[in-house]
């Protein structure tokens, strides 16, 4: 068989390399397949897919899905060659003058490039933390010459452009199209492929996001250069110097990126904690299988953005949450854990502890079904006085003697301190079986009824779902499936037994009660107009306003407060805003 002139000098190279250095990398056995190389040893990062298999979030390092050589634009291939290594077809992976330089500049402490697209490729795969003069002394020429013999000129373009950093977290060209113009990357211009050509030196200096003046006077002089190689004609060079830059908003926020905008990534960085404690795979980008429910997360943000932005300033209310569950087993399918995720990435959905208010009456009268006290038994409304404290009522209204169910729909603050003084380990009891972790061991019963002490919003919906699925424990979670690096599964969550913390006729008249709520009482703002239950919940001075309920299919949350636990809102119940939220978003629920 005869050899071209550059295998011929690939051959050569790599013989007289290999004398100096006999001991040649274990790399070197592995390059001869492109899509191996695409995925080896990729920068750690996570991919948040949705239930139904969409891409919701990167977190970490971002790879998009590896774009085919016949599918890459002819001008992106044409400005990467005229800009990094013009002559990358006619070498055999090493440029010797190139080379020379770059040795020189490196001996004398300086940097300048002149490693070819052949040597940016090893490095990228393999080399990026070993020494810059050992690289370029030995194991540059040495592989640079087996990756030229067993790949393909248009592989070497292939791994190269599907996995080199275009800043902005974005790894390989679909990635960074997608980052800088929201688009694939079979889409792009002239104008755009040059912009993102013109990154790969200086990813941060060029970022389009951050000066897209200089990003496009960079990418001018791409073009020029593919003009000056005649890889481009003059009149196209001019037509796409004309046009105007369109750099799509960024969709970046506390190191992940979001496509659909950044709210999303309070649940993408939940997931994220989760699927790192499922396994040990740590390394390279793993792909995980969420519970996300994308429309009823979009309705979540909307409902929840809008009610903010509306009435925040008049009201004094600058932060809330939203967290959805289904009740059967406690998958999470939107959360919403404040005003703003690229402000902060603290969730006030899994992470702020708050006072759930009359909220915590759920524990209470769930205690006194299970004392054997029926609804329809009465409990004394009256005036009462809890620990050298006077108790009153919300609206400071008192009915004497009426039933349980009752009292619940009212949210009556007596009846409910009465209950509790019953028994307040039974109280404190079932809020652990629900799944609530709040320390309450010193909580007397004024501080249990009223909700004086401190829960998670997703454990109070996790509650809330207990008693909807007809008693069982509900452990919310979002990841259903998990990929490695290499594609392989790495965890699939199986059926779990269900345990039960409740009397199935416990549960059932609980249900009863709360659905009387939204029917009757205090919860009557958030009635969608079908089947609902639910609790309010407000605490002092209107510090924090709740509504937590179910519907048949669904459990839901909603907290509106302020950062600051003791910085009260202007009048803000959670018979009021919460319950107009939870209602807009269970009426979209079911919708979809």
Do not use: C
């Not at 004609?233 to 979001?258: D, I």
């Not at 009462?384 to 009292?407: M, S």
């Not at 609980?510 to 605490?539: C, E, H, S």
């Amino acid at each position: 068989m005869v050899l071209d002139r550059r295998r011929f000098l690939a051959l050569s190279s790599l013989a007289a390399v290999s004398v100096a250095a006999p001991a040649a990398p274990a790399e070197a056995l592995e390059l001869g397949d492109p899509l191996r190389l695409v995925v080896d040893n990729r920068e750690r990062g996570l991919r948040v897919l949705g239930a139904r298999g969409e891409f919701v979030a990167a977190r970490g390092a971002y790879y998009a899905p590896p774009v085919p050589f016949p599918h890459l634009p002819k001008h992106l291939v044409g400005a990467l060659v005229a800009s990094e290594d013009r002559r990358f077809y006619d070498h055999f992976g090493l440029d010797p003058l190139s080379l020379a330089r770059a040795l020189w500049s490196t001996a004398t402490g300086r940097t300048q490039g002149g490693s070819t697209l052949t040597q940016q490729t090893l490095k990228e795969i393999y080399l990026k933390t070993h020494s810059p003069i050992l690289r370029k002394l030995v194991e540059e020429p040495l592989l640079a010459p087996v990756l030229e013999l067993n790949l393909s000129k248009e592989d070497i373009l292939y791994v190269y452009l599907n996995r080199v950093f275009f800043g902005g977290g974005a790894y390989g060209v679909e990635a960074a199209s997608r980052v800088y113009f929201g688009k694939y990357a079979r889409d792009l211009s002239l104008l755009e492929s040059a912009v993102l050509v013109s990154l790969l030196p200086a990813p941060n200096r060029f970022n389009p996001h951050r000066n897209p003046e200089r990003a496009v006077q960079r990418a001018h002089r791409v073009i020029e250069q593919m003009v000056e190689q005649d890889r481009l004609a003059p009149a196209e060079a001019e037509r796409a110097k004309r046009q105007r830059l369109a750099v799509a908003a960024p969709r970046s926020a506390w190191g992940g990126f979001h496509p659909q905008g950044a709210q999303v990534g309070w649940f993408a960085r939940w997931a994220e904690q989760e699927a790192d404690g499922l396994t040990d795979a740590r390394s390279g980008t793993r792909t995980v299988l969420t519970t996300l429910d994308a429309r009823i997360q979009k309705s979540a943000e909307r409902h929840l953005g809008e009610a903010l932005e509306r009435h925040g300033g008049r009201l004094n209310i600058e932060e809330g949450a939203v967290v959805v569950m289904r009740p059967a087993d406690g998958a999470v399918l939107a959360m919403v854990g404040g005003r703003d995720f690229r402000a902060t990435e603290w969730n006030n959905a899994t992470q702020a502890r708050r006072q759930p208010g009359s909220v915590a009456k759920l524990f209470v009268y769930l205690a006194a079904l299970e004392r054997g006290m029926p609804p329809t038994q009465t409990v004394s409304d009256a005036p009462l006085g809890a620990g050298g404290r006077p108790v009153r009522n919300f609206d400071d209204r008192y009915g004497g003697d009426i039933p349980l169910e009752v009292a619940l729909a009212r949210s009556s603050n007596t009846a409910a301190v009465r209950l509790a003084a019953g028994d307040t380990a039974a109280v404190r009891g079932v809020a652990r079986r629900l799944g609530v972790s709040a320390d309450m061991e010193d909580g007397e019963a004024g501080d249990l009824a009223l909700g004086t002490w401190e829960a998670r919003l997703v454990e109070l919906v996790a509650a809330f779902a207990a008693v909807a699925n007809g008693g069982f424990r509900v452990a919310p979670w979002t990841a259903q499936e998990m990929r490695g690096n290499d594609g392989s599964i790495v965890f699939v969550r199986a059926e779990r037994p269900r345990e039960r913390v409740l009397r199935a006729q416990h549960a059932l008249e609980m249900r009863r009660m709360l659905a009387a709520a939204v029917r009757d009482g205090t919860g009557r703002a958030a009635n969608p107009g079908f089947w609902a239950a639910g609790k309010t919940g407000t605490t002092s001075e209107n510090r924090d306003a709740w509504f937590v309920g179910f519907t048949e299919r669904l459990a839901a949350g909603v907290w509106l407060g302020n950062a600051a636990s003791s910085t009260p809102m202007n009048g803000v119940s959670g018979g009021g805003l919460p319950a107009q939220i939870w209602r807009s978003i269970m009426v979209d629920a079911a919708r979809a």
